[in-house]
C-alpha cells in the first residue's frame, strides 16, 4: 500500500485513512480501465483507407452495468463513510481536556478553562492580563481533547494532517470537535482554508506531551492550582 500520508497519531486516524485509500485505489482502477479502453478505441477505429463509416446502436447489457456497478460502489462507500462519520462526528466522547480556538485573521487564539471547567470565568488561561496564546495547543498524550471552535472574521479550516481532524470554522458559530493523540510529539496546524492575505502564514502547532510534561506545563501556567480541566 501507498503511504504517503502524515504519520497518524490519532485514534480515528486509521477509520478516515481506510477510507481515503479504498477511494484512492477504486478511482485508480477506474482511471487505468477508461485509459486502456480509450486507447484500444483509438488504435481500433483509426481512419482506414477504404473502411465505411457504420451506425451502431450500442449495448443495453453494458450501458446497464456502467450504471448500476457504480451506483453500488458508491451506495457502500457511503455506509461505510457513515460508520466513521458518526463516530468522529456525531458521537464526541467526554473531554479529559477541553480548549476553545478561536481563529481570526491571521492566528489561532488558544483559551484553557481554569480548573472550574467553565469558559467565561476569571481562571481562564489566559488569565485577565495575561498575553493572549497564540498558535500553540498544549495537550496530553492519550486523553481526549474536546475543542470548542469560533469564527471571528471570515472562513478558517481547523487543519490537524496528523491527526486526520479538518474542521471549517465559520463566525457566528461554535462547532466542537474532537481528537485523542496517541505519541508526543509537535505537529503542524495549518489553516486549510484560503483566508485571506496572510492565510499561507496561519500556522500554528500542536504539542502532545507526556502526562508529567503536561502536568508541569498547567502548574506552570496556574502556579496555585495542581489541575486544568
Known amino acids: 500500500m501507498l503511504n504517503w500520508l502524515p504519520e497518524d497519531v490519532s485514534t480515528y486516524g486509521k477509520e478516515v485513512d481506510s477510507l481515503f485509500y479504498l477511494i484512492y485505489y477504486i478511482t485508480g482502477v477506474v482511471f487505468l ?5 480509450m486507447i484500444v478505441f483509438l488504435i481500433k477505429y483509426r481512419y482506414q483507407e477504404g473502411r465505411r463509416a457504420i451506425y451502431t446502436h450500442g449495448s443495453t447489457t453494458l450501458e446497464i452495468i456502467w450504471t448500476v456497478v457504480p451506483a453500488i460502489i458508491l451506495i457502500l462507500l457511503a455506509f461505510k463513510s457513515q460508520a466513521a462519520w458518526s463516530h468522529i462526528k456525531m458521537n464526541t466522547p467526554p473531554g479529559d481536556v477541553q480548549i476553545r480556538v478561536l481563529a481570526k485573521q491571521f492566528n489561532w487564539d488558544i483559551t ?3 480548573p472550574d471547567g467553565k469558559f467565561g470565568t476569571e481562571d481562564d488561561l489566559p488569565r485577565p492580563g495575561d498575553p493572549v496564546i497564540l498558535d500553540e495547543i498544549h495537550v496530553p498524550v492519550n ?3 474536546r475543542v470548542e471552535l469560533v469564527g471571528k472574521d471570515v472562513i478558517h479550516s481547523f487543519f490537524l494532517p496528523h491527526l486526520r481532524l479538518k474542521q471549517d ?3 457566528g458559530r461554535t462547532i466542537l470537535a474532537w481528537f485523542q493523540a496517541t505519541k ?9 482554508e484560503l483566508c485571506g492575505i496572510g492565510h499561507s502564514g496561519m500556522l500554528g502547532s500542536l504539542i502532545v506531551h507526556m502526562p508529567e510534561e503536561y502536568a508541569a506545563w498547567v502548574k506552570e501556567k496556574w502556579p496555585t492550582n495542581e489541575k486544568a480541566q
Do not use: D, E, I, Q
Not at 508526543?184 to 486549510?192: D, E, F, I, K, S
Open 33 to 37: 480501465l477508461v485509459t486502456v479502453a
Open 112 to 114: 484553557y478553562p481554569g
Open 143 to 145: 486523553k481526549v481533547v
Open 169 to 171: 470554522v465559520l463566525p
Open 184 to 192: 508526543p510529539g509537535r505537529y503542524p496546524l495549518p489553516c486549510a
